[in-house]
């Protein structure tokens, strides 16, 4: 049993050196390997999601979409890939690994930990909004946007991260100098600033690749953000990064009966 459980392990790198990539219109670089059960076409249109002018700044970043990514082997390897799904093997991945093999930034993605189209996506759209702020920064007209509804106590927001940093932001700033003015942490503001867009961005992405509903995004941890503070950070999303050709971007309230 253990044998046949090793035969289907792959080092990240050796799929770095011999899986082919595919380049996307839109500059997004992507491959698939092993049992992912990805639909090819399904695959190709999530990645094509990527508006343009995001996925330039990905230029060393290859997304690789196969079934399950582990932590370290025995050989010390940090990062392998089971080829096909076994039980055993999803008990031990995780939903992505990084790894960087030569110049290539491998990001590999577990296909089959994740149950669905949405999940799948989400996962992908997250990689790609962390990357993308890693990359480019906060927009300034982001920044002023997001930190007005904060200090405006709008309810919730759009991950942990964000929920946190955005607090204890906030706690700091209810503290007063003796001049009168608040004290505000900055290294806390600048990190809910960075989590706020990413997380903008990747839900923005999410919505031009599949339909869904925004309580479909809710967490137990933390209220969700209140959803015209939501509406209001995608649009300037939206306009700061146009969609691709083929694919639009539009915002759909639901009327309470």
Not at 92 to 99: G, K, L, P
Request: hydrophobic letters at 40%; glycine letters at 6%.
């Amino acid at each position: 049993m253990a044998d046949s459980v090793q035969n289907v392990l792959v080092q990240a790198s050796q799929i770095v050196r011999e899986t082919p990539t595919r380049l996307a219109p839109n500059g997004v670089r992507y491959a698939s390997f092993g049992d992912n059960a990805l639909d090819e076409k399904d695959l190709e249109r999530m990645v094509q999601a990527v508006p343009a002018t995001i996925a330039n700044a990905l230029a060393r970043k290859t997304y690789y979409f196969v079934p399950l990514a582990l932590g370290e082997s025995r050989g010390g390897e940090s990062t392998v890939v089971a080829s096909t799904y076994t039980i055993e093997m999803a008990d031990q991945a995780i939903c992505h690994r990084n790894t960087t093999v030569g110049s290539v930034e491998g990001v590999f993605i577990s296909t089959r930990l994740l149950g669905d189209r949405f999940a799948l996506a989400f996962e992908f759209f997250i990689n790609v909004g962390h990357a993308f702020v890693d990359a480019v920064g906060v927009p300034e007209s982001f920044s002023q946007l997001a930190w007005q509804q904060a200090v405006a106590d709008v309810r919730g927001e759009t991950s942990q991260d964000a929920w946190e940093s955005r607090n204890l932001a906030l706690a700091s700033g209810k503290v007063e100098r003796a001049d009168g003015k608040s004290v505000i942490d900055e290294k806390a503001k600048s990190s809910f600033l960075e989590s706020a867009f990413s997380d903008a961005v990747a839900i923005y992405q999410l919505s031009l690749s599949v339909d869904f509903d925004y309580s479909e995004l809710r967490e137990r941890e933390y209220p969700l953000l209140a959803p015209q503070a939501l509406a209001d950070r995608l649009r300037l999303v939206a306009n700061l990064f146009p969609p691709n050709p083929s694919y639009e971007f539009s915002i759909r309230y639901r009327r309470r009966a």
